[in-house]
């Protein structure tokens, strides 16, 4: 995302009385888990950040985690 998007997003949500509940990622080629990067980006420790792998197309692989303090905590889910 952009940043100046992900500011202009953050204020909206916060203007609105919202919670940041979680981020999407998408790791087309990669697993279901987060990246270093994702890792030193992680600036939202109480939202989930839900990682889709579509390594295998024909079974795309969805997990959530609780990241914060360079550390992946993974949080249960059910996909419906």
Same mark, same amino acid.
């Given at each position: 995302?952009?940043?100046v998007q992900?500011? %202009? ?9 919202w ?11 990669? @697993?279901s888990?987060?990246s270093?990067?994702d890792?030193a980006?992680?600036?939202y ?8 792998s579509?390594? %295998?197309? %024909?079974?795309?692989?969805?997990r ?9 905590? %993974?949080a @249960?889910?059910?996909?419906?």
């Amino acid at each position: 995302m952009d940043p100046v998007q992900q500011v %202009e997003s953050m204020v909206a949500i916060e203007a609105a009385g919202w919670d940041l509940l979680g981020i999407f990622l998408s790791s087309s080629l990669g @697993p279901s888990v987060p990246s270093p990067t994702d890792l030193a980006n992680a600036y939202y420790p109480d939202s989930q950040f839900v990682i889709v792998s579509l390594q %295998e197309p %024909e079974n795309p692989a969805v997990r959530s985690f609780y990241l914060g303090n360079a550390r992946a905590d %993974e949080a @249960p889910f059910i996909v419906v």
